[in-house]
């Protein structure tokens, strides 16, 4: 298993529709996540930081921790079109280190 | 306010030539400092990270080397390119909190 994977995509919505993206993750992570997105050609720009388990909501984000499954997911309700994007997880390892996953492309259809 | 500058944006460089990129932060002391690369299409590659001046980890190796003369400076270097350097340089920064990334250097080797 990879330390931290994600479904290359891409995944496609509506506009409007909630757009739900998930990450795995191996005991090599520690329990701080963090998603962030990547329009083409740009660099990664962070959205959500998470700590703990349960649910932390900024906005029309919304990031989820499950420890207990080993999965972190990001939803994004209302999806508009600008948010087309490549959305990376990365976990920390905790020796300074993040551990990114592939990331996932999303699509919103106008 | 924390800012990350790293330049130059574009670079298109021969083979065998060599390599300097520049990346420096403001607004904070004593920042862990990255340099990742991310190859068309592909996820991010941690390729060195910086701790405090002087000191670099290196998580590849390869012909690329690093070096932090400053508290607040980071920069990669090569002697020679190889074609298989192309790729978005990417810089990052943070001080215990989320990784924070500049705006990157897209090079290309010719």
């Known amino acids: 298993q990879k330390e931290v994977e994600q479904n290359s995509g891409p995944l496609s919505v509506p506009e409007g529709a909630i757009a739900s993206l998930n990450c795995t993750y191996s005991d090599r992570v520690s329990q701080s996540f963090f998603w962030y997105r990547q329009y083409s050609g740009k660099s990664p720009e962070l959205i959500m930081s998470?700590?703990?388990?349960g649910d932390k909501e900024d906005g029309r984000f919304t990031a989820q921790l499950n420890k207990a499954s080993q999965y972190v997911s990001l939803l994004i309700r209302d999806s508009q079109p600008s948010d087309s994007a490549t959305y990376l997880c990365?976990?920390?390892?905790?020796?300074?280190?993040?551990?990114f996953g592939t990331g996932t492309r999303l699509k919103v259809l106008a | 306010s924390q800012t990350i500058h790293q330049w130059p944006a574009t670079l298109v460089q021969p083979v065998g030539s060599p390599l300097s990129l520049e990346c420096t932060v403001e607004?904070?002391?004593?920042?862990?400092l990255y340099w990742y690369r991310q190859a068309a299409g592909r996820g991010l590659q941690l390729l060195f990270y910086?701790?405090?001046?002087?000191?670099i980890s290196s998580e590849v190796p390869q012909n690329l080397s690093a070096s932090r003369p400053q508290d607040r400076q980071f920069i990669l270097s090569s002697k020679k390119l190889l074609l298989s350097d192309s790729g978005f340089y990417l810089c990052?920064?943070?001080?215990?909190?989320?990784?924070?990334f500049g705006d990157g250097t897209r090079l290309s080797i010719l």
């Open positions: 990052a920064w943070n001080d215990g909190g989320p990784q924070h």
């Open positions: 998470i700590y703990s388990n």
């Open positions: 910086s701790v405090g001046i002087g000191q």
């Open positions: 607004g904070t002391s004593n920042p862990n």
């Open positions: 990365a976990g920390d390892s905790g020796t300074y280190k993040y551990i």
